[in-house]
């Protein structure tokens, strides 16, 4: 009698990268460091051949990838899917730090788009000759760099 993983159609890998948006490489890749299992391969072709249910793992991947995840931090995260509802905490953690890690980020961010906003306004000002605009980015610039040496930004 078959089973149902012996009767489910498994998918190439170009299928894979295609629906779940990572390149062949990196399919590849995470196979050789043990963050997907080995794929099982066709018998005759020898290529590649990746379950549904494979394909479904790596997609979450991609989408932890798309967040910033980096391979550690997905390693944990199927680590902890193994262990359930047990995990539930541990998993609330692995997100929350990532959570306050891109939150970080985009606190950067935005100080270096106010501080290039800055510099527009003073080439501006310096294009236009007015005087006035240049000295307030000015300002701003020199309260930016004091803010970014004082944080030890920069």
Same mark, same amino acid.
């Given at each position: 009698m078959k089973?149902?993983?012996?009767?489910?159609?498994?998918?190439?890998?170009?299928?894979v990268?295609?629906?779940?948006? &990572?390149? %062949?490489?990196?399919? /590849?890749?995470?196979? @050789?460091i043990?963050?997907?299992?080995? $794929? %099982?391969r *066709? /018998? #005759? #072709? @020898?290529?590649?051949?990746?379950?549904?249910?494979?394909a %479904?793992? $790596?997609?979450?991947?991609?989408?932890?990838?798309g967040a910033?995840?980096g391979?550690a931090?997905?390693r944990?995260?199927?680590?902890?899917?193994?262990?359930? @509802?047990?995990a539930a905490?541990?998993? /609330?953690? &692995?997100?929350? /730090?990532h959570?306050?890690?891109?939150? %970080?980020?985009? *606190?950067a961010l935005?100080?270096q788009?106010?501080y290039l906003?800055?510099?527009v306004?003073?080439?501006?000002?310096?294009?236009?000759? *007015?005087?006035?605009?240049?000295?307030d980015?000015?300002k701003? &610039?020199?309260q930016?760099?004091?803010?970014?040496?004082?944080?030890g930004?920069?």
């Amino acid at each position: 009698m078959k089973t149902l993983t012996d009767t489910e159609e498994k998918l190439t890998i170009q299928e894979v990268a295609r629906r779940s948006g &990572l390149a %062949e490489s990196t399919l /590849r890749y995470y196979e @050789k460091i043990g963050l997907i299992a080995p $794929i %099982e391969r *066709d /018998r #005759s #072709s @020898k290529h590649r051949r990746y379950s549904p249910m494979t394909a %479904e793992v $790596i997609e979450v991947l991609a989408c932890l990838r798309g967040a910033g995840m980096g391979i550690a931090d997905m390693r944990r995260y199927l680590e902890n899917m193994k262990r359930g @509802k047990n995990a539930a905490g541990d998993q /609330r953690a &692995l997100f929350e /730090r990532h959570s306050d890690r891109v939150k %970080e980020q985009i *606190d950067a961010l935005q100080k270096q788009q106010a501080y290039l906003d800055a510099k527009v306004m003073l080439w501006s000002a310096r294009e236009q000759s *007015d005087t006035s605009q240049e000295m307030d980015a000015i300002k701003m &610039l020199q309260q930016m760099a004091k803010e970014l040496r004082d944080n030890g930004d920069i």
